[in-house]
């Protein structure tokens, strides 16, 4: 299984945080491949700016590396896809919306915290 980490499951993953579950953790051992988006480090250097996450974009980012992760660029057409899902009144977050579309495009199992996400459907795994 190729897998998909968002942003927060990203962050508590590179730093071993109790908030990421023992079956997520089994889940990202048992994937062939762990993808981060650079659209997750994006969300990070902005909501770190504003107060609203405690972690360092650029260290952050050479974690990907250093945790043997894999970091998947955005490209033209998973910003494409974002047009394709439909506008949900309870979850209009760009950066989850970006994700969902990678994951539809590539495809990938993405791992999130966010229930709201899971609305989305597809390939969509709740922790």
Avoid at 26 to 47: G, L, M, N, P, Q
Avoid at 116 to 121: F, I, P, S, T
């Amino acid at each position: 299984m190729r897998v998909l980490l968002d942003t927060h499951v990203f962050i508590w993953a590179v730093s071993d945080n109790r908030r990421l579950t023992a079956a997520a953790r089994a889940t990202i051992r048992a994937a062939t491949e762990v993808f981060v988006s650079a659209a997750s480090i994006w969300e990070i250097a902005i909501k770190s700016a504003v107060g609203k996450i405690d972690a360092d974009a650029q260290a952050m980012a050479r974690a990907i590396d250093d945790s043997g992760f894999i970091e998947l660029p955005v490209s033209a057409i998973h910003a494409a896809r974002v047009a394709t899902l439909p506008l949900l009144n309870d979850h209009k977050d760009p950066f989850d919306r970006l994700l969902v579309a990678q994951s539809m495009v590539e495809p990938l199992v993405l791992l999130t915290a966010d229930p709201k996400v899971a609305a989305y459907g597809g390939l969509i795994e709740t922790i």
